[in-house]
């Protein structure tokens, strides 16, 4: 049977780096990052957390084909910025934000349990 | 670097919470976050399902593969699955994928000898683990915080019907998975937001129009979003969330000959979410485990030591070469 491995998908694949870094040729503080087994999830909120970055001139991601499981997001930031500081920034960020939004939703948890009771 | 952030801080308010249904209202963040934990709740947080059937005996009418595809669907209790291993990253087990880390183990024996046709349901699962029963075995649970009484529906989940003589004997393992992978490990049974509506109505033009064009402009809405006060005659925003964005309000306003009657915006920050779960985790369970695995991924992501002194080594060789060519 030729079927490929069922989590082929999502498990990056022995050798490979989950993340790759690739700068621009012709453009200074423009960059590429691959990255390995991610999809829109990823891909999206990493773009809209680097255009809240006012450094960042432009970052876009894509999804070079729905059989290549990997995106591309791409970055170019003003000259005080480089696209590895904003990715680390976007990623700090958005950390951030999830683990905030833990926190109130255990609150809010507690709040209405209190209120059932 | 220097303590510089561009972090949001999102509310949120749960207006209902029951074990296997949640709706809650996510604000001051973007569609990306409500997309990606919608995403994630759907696909990304573990739970367990068998995976694999070893069949001893099968007589009954549906053949062995059926019967494995129908195991494998039954929802478990996987409160443990985000402690559990992968079986493919279990190195207790050699990806034997059969030990405690990584596997639970199933035992079904039954046989009908009675001229009743025999149901053979969940509820003939046996396992040595507890904390890992088909969803409506729970015991114990009996109320949820919404008082719903769940030991009277213990009926369980039909298997496959025996007739007298017929036996179905097997041992199935259930282990880890994820959504992405086959629908079985989805927690979520659905997982849906929708934007928060802003309703605007131009009461002066408003006040233009007979109580018979009110009517028929309020009855133009295929959902009851509006209404008429019964004591100023006037009408009022009802229900702004029952508006499912269908425009048939504005249409009929420029059918009318008063456009700009209302203005409806969707709140682009503002989120109201419907979470359902299969009952493997609690919907509130659901959404935490969802900002666990997010960040997770989000922590994957981080660009090595090693990708980012290159880079640095490269910017140096750089400026040794004279700046960009
Ligand atoms: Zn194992």
Redesign the interface.
């Known amino acids: 049977m030729n079927a490929p491995d069922?989590?082929e998908?999502?498990?990056v694949p022995e050798g490979t780096?989950?993340?790759?870094?690739e700068?621009d040729t012709k453009i200074?503080n423009a960059a590429s990052?691959i990255?390995e087994r991610?999809d829109?999830?990823?891909g999206?909120?990493?773009?809209?957390?680097l255009h809240?970055?006012p450094n960042t001139l432009f970052a876009g991601y894509k999804l070079p084909h729905p059989l290549q499981y990997k995106i591309i997001v791409r970055i170019h930031t003003a000259s005080q910025s480089s696209p590895?500081?904003a990715?680390?920034?976007a990623?700090?960020?958005?950390?951030?934000?999830?683990?905030?939004?833990?926190k109130?939703?255990?609150a809010?948890?507690i709040?209405?349990?209190n209120i059932?009771l | 670097m220097d303590g510089v952030t561009y972090q949001r801080f999102p509310t949120v308010k749960i207006r209902e919470m029951k074990h296997e249904y949640m709706k809650f209202e996510l604000r001051e963040t973007d569609a990306s976050i409500a997309n990606a934990l919608r995403r994630v709740m759907l696909a990304e947080v573990p739970t367990i399902a068998i995976d694999l059937v070893e069949i001893e005996s099968n007589s009954s009418v549906l053949n062995d593969e059926f019967l494995s595809h129908r195991l494998g669907l039954i929802p478990l209790v996987s409160d443990k699955a985000m402690d559990m291993r992968f079986s493919r990253d279990c190195d207790a087990c050699d990806g034997d994928g059969q030990c405690q880390y990584c596997s639970v183990e199933f035992l079904l024996n039954v046989r009908c000898e009675g001229d009743q046709t025999l149901d053979v349901t969940s509820q003939d699962l046996r396992s040595a683990d507890m904390a890992a029963m088909p969803v409506d075995f729970e015991i114990g649970r009996g109320f949820d915080a919404g008082g719903y009484d769940h030991s009277n529906d213990k009926k369980g989940i039909i298997i496959v019907k025996l007739r007298r003589g017929q036996e179905l004997r097997l041992r199935a393992i259930a282990r880890k998975g994820i959504g992405k992978d086959h629908a079985k490990w989805s927690p979520a049974a659905t997982v849906t937001f929708m934007y928060e509506p802003e309703i605007h109505i131009n009461e002066e033009l408003m006040e233009t129009l007979t109580l018979t064009e009110k009517l028929n402009w309020i009855e133009s809405s295929p959902t009851k979003v509006f209404d008429i006060d019964p004591n100023t005659q006037q009408v009022v925003v009802v229900d702004p969330e029952a508006y499912t964005y269908d425009d048939e309000v504005i249409k009929k306003s420029e059918a009318m000959g008063k456009p700009g009657l209302v203005e409806i915006y969707a709140k682009d920050d503002s989120f109201i979410f419907t979470v359902e779960s299969t009952g493997a985790i609690s919907a509130y369970q659901l959404v935490i485990n969802a900002l666990e695995i997010l960040k997770q991924k989000l922590d994957a992501v981080r660009l090595s030591d090693d990708t980012q002194e290159n880079d640095e080594q490269f910017g140096e060789l750089r400026q040794h070469m004279g700046g960009v060519s």
């Open positions: 069922r989590y998908r999502f498990v780096k989950k993340v790759s870094y700068r200074i990052f990255i991610e829109h999830t990823i999206n909120i990493l773009r809209m957390q809240r970055d590895m500081q990715y680390n920034q990623i700090n960020d958005l950390d951030k934000e999830l683990e905030h939004l833990k109130v939703f255990q809010e948890k709040r209405i349990e059932s």
